[in-house]
């Protein structure tokens, strides 16, 4: 089976959800997780503290620049990943279809290079 990249997105600046809508989020995420540890698709995936507490290294000559602060500043962030197996496509866009309508943010996928 060839491995996919679940990314969520979350919006910039945003302040956070009214915190029973958060539990509910949150409730929904664990048991699509659960559900794919118990299909056997699940590889790895967590939740990402806020892009401010990025370190960014750029190749300088023979010397590497290290930043604090993410890469680019966005009005949206990488809040979130998860990598699982699948067997095409579809079957990684249903699981991403799930987190989308469970989180109410934006989802992408993308597959892995190199396998089959």
Request: charged content about 25%; aromatic content about 8%; cysteine-free.
């Amino acid at each position: 089976m060839k491995q996919y990249l679940i990314s969520m997105y979350q919006p910039a600046g945003a302040e956070l959800p009214d915190p029973e809508f958060l539990a509910g989020v949150m409730r929904e995420v664990d048991a699509i997780g659960r559900e794919l540890k118990e299909s056997g698709n699940w590889v790895f995936g967590n939740g990402l503290h806020a892009p401010e507490t990025a370190t960014v290294l750029r190749p300088k000559g023979d010397e590497v620049l290290v930043t604090d602060g993410p890469y680019v500043e966005g009005k949206e962030y990488l809040g979130g990943i998860t990598v699982i197996t699948a067997p095409d496509l579809d079957a990684a866009l249903e699981w991403a279809r799930r987190y989308a309508l469970a989180t109410t943010l934006p989802v992408e996928v993308r597959p892995f290079q190199g396998e089959a």
